[in-house]
């Protein structure tokens, strides 16, 4: 078992920045594929961005690549979303989650996420 507990959400104007974090705690997050994922108002949720166990690998949407940077901290079990040039579609709610797997990028594939932290960005 794995808990996650996401923090850093806000109300930020377009092209501003924030820095999401997620504390892992339980079994050793550095066993999981770490990543981030949103989910705006009345749509599916989405992947944003994930990152290897090492941390030497990552992928990232379309949407967000170039502007948003994850990475982790093992030490630490904190896993991290830099997020800079933010504009009003990226507001949703952010998830953290950990995947047995490798790079899975669909929803229902992730096995454990946290609570979720909102992310609202104003025009």
């Known amino acids: 078992q794995v808990q996650l507990v996401e923090s850093g959400g806000g109300l930020v104007q377009a092209g501003g920045s924030l820095r999401l974090s997620c504390d892992a705690s339980g079994r050793t997050s550095s066993l999981y594929v770490m990543g981030w994922f949103r989910q705006a108002p009345g749509k599916e949720r989405e992947f944003v961005a994930c990152?290897?166990?090492?941390?030497?690998?990552?992928s990232s949407s379309e949407s967000v690549k170039g502007r948003f940077t994850i990475s982790r901290d093992n030490a630490k079990n904190t896993v991290y979303l830099e997020m800079n040039s933010l504009k009003p579609e990226d507001t949703a709610v952010y998830y953290c989650?950990?995947?047995?797997?490798?790079?899975?990028?669909?929803?229902?594939?992730?096995?454990?996420w946290g609570q979720g932290t909102q992310v609202t960005v104003s025009s």
């Open positions: 990152i290897s166990r090492s941390g030497s690998s990552t």
């Open positions: 989650t950990a995947d047995r797997g490798f790079f899975r990028t669909r929803y229902y594939e992730m096995d454990y």
